[in-house]
């Protein structure tokens, strides 16, 4: 893993070196010190060097499994970059590293080479708003939310956002919408949840749709539209939870599907949408398609509207990655396993909720499956 870098950080910016330095705090309360001393402060020289890249929603809690697993095997170390779901889909697919996190599970003959697609965790997005003397109690639905970000909604005083939200004070002022300017899966849960509203106009995507309206700005990543968002009165974006949680973000409460009461992004109401899925309707291995499953909008009074899983994708046959070794792909193996195990603990303090046991059974059937020159991989 990157030593963490030195620079300044300036003021009201939030960087990936702030968000490190607040994994080792958070890691130090949970009793986990030692594993970031380990890793960031005396790195030694590890023997097995594994790489992956992707999604930045899940980028909190894949820096503190790689940490946590190089304070359990010192001989390995695994370097994630955290540059977008297509970026690292884009890598993987041109075997540039060894795996990719995504929060868009890819359609599995978009790849010539065997895929499988793993569940991680379970994240939520947050719809971060910077309004002066607004800072809590911000009630929004898919609609609202959709119009806003279609342009149509352009002042935050406009009657359908007030007639959310009876006794707030919002000012006329003119609205700024935060997007992703990369590929992003933080985007397509997004916009999957947007399309959820008969008021949006485009298709589910990695990419924000060119043609929607009103006043917007970009950001890179959900640190970029965290910081944008932070530094821009009068605006909201979508952010990954435990980036707005970190940074003090206000969010705003979605309304559920039911209608009955507008629901906070705690790990409580994320889980709640997890538990209300239906699990007969979720594919049955990692080889199968889940490109399709979605946790948007799941019934229940305290079931946060716009969650997701996110997905590690890895080829079932790693001999396929050029300089891959039978070492390298047993400690492949072994960190798989511990995600799915293990290391689902450290996602609740970073609001990420721990995967069913029907998840984690389809999990192991599916790193069972990895292969080296067709060798079955110790677990």
Same mark, same amino acid.
């Given at each position: ?37 380990? +890793?960031?402060?005396?790195? %030694? @020289?590890? &023997?097995?060097?594994?790489?992956? !890249?992707?999604?930045? #929603?899940?980028?909190? $809690? ?83 939310? +959709?119009?806003?970000?279609? %342009? @149509?909604? &352009?002042?935050?005083?406009?009657? !359908?956002?007030?007639? #959310?939200?009876?006794? $707030? ?211």
């Amino acid at each position: 893993m990157a030593s963490v870098p030195e620079q300044i950080v300036r003021r009201g910016g939030i960087s990936r070196t702030v968000f490190v330095i607040s994994l080792v705090v958070v890691a130090v309360a949970a009793g986990l010190g030692g594993y970031f001393t380990n +890793a960031f402060l005396n790195p %030694g @020289t590890p &023997t097995l060097q594994l790489s992956g !890249a992707g999604s930045s #929603l899940v980028y909190p $809690l894949l820096s503190q499994w790689t940490s946590n697993y190089y304070g359990l095997h010192p001989n390995v170390q695994i370097n994630y970059q955290s540059v977008g779901s297509g970026a690292g889909v884009t890598d993987f697919q041109n075997k540039v590293v060894d795996f990719a996190g995504t929060d868009a599970a890819p359609v599995p003959s978009t790849n010539p080479n065997v895929t499988l697609t793993i569940p991680e965790t379970i994240g939520a997005v947050t719809l971060a708003y910077n309004i002066p003397n607004v800072p809590t109690g911000l009630h929004l639905n898919e609609n609202v939310t +959709a119009e806003i970000f279609n %342009g @149509t909604i &352009t002042q935050w005083n406009d009657p !359908a956002i007030m007639a #959310l939200n009876n006794g $707030l004070n919002l000012p006329s002022n003119t609205i700024t919408t935060v997007h992703r300017s990369d590929s992003s899966g933080t985007t397509f849960i997004f916009e999957g949840y947007l399309l959820k509203s008969a008021f949006w106009f485009a298709s589910q995507s990695k990419s924000w749709p060119s043609k929607a309206g009103g006043n917007s700005i970009t950001g890179l990543q959900n640190t970029g539209v965290a910081n944008q968002v932070s530094n821009t009165p009068n605006s909201i974006g979508y952010v990954e939870v435990a980036y707005a949680l970190q940074n003090s973000m206000n969010v705003a409460y979605v309304q559920n599907k039911d209608r009955s009461s507008f629901v906070k992004p705690t790990l409580a109401n994320i889980t709640a949408a997890v538990s209300s899925a239906d699990p007969s309707t979720l594919p049955t291995g990692g080889l199968k398609d889940w490109s399709t499953v979605s946790l948007l909008l799941e019934p229940g009074a305290n079931s946060y509207p716009i969650v997701s899983f996110t997905y590690i994708i890895v080829y079932q046959q790693l001999n396929v990655r050029p300089l891959m070794t039978l070492d390298k792909a047993k400690a492949l193996v072994g960190f798989l396993w511990y995600i799915v195990h293990d290391g689902q603990a450290a996602g609740a303090s970073l609001n990420y909720a721990t995967l069913p046991g029907s998840i984690v059974t389809i999990d192991e059937t599916s790193i069972k499956s990895i292969t080296y020159n067709g060798q079955n991989l110790p677990t």
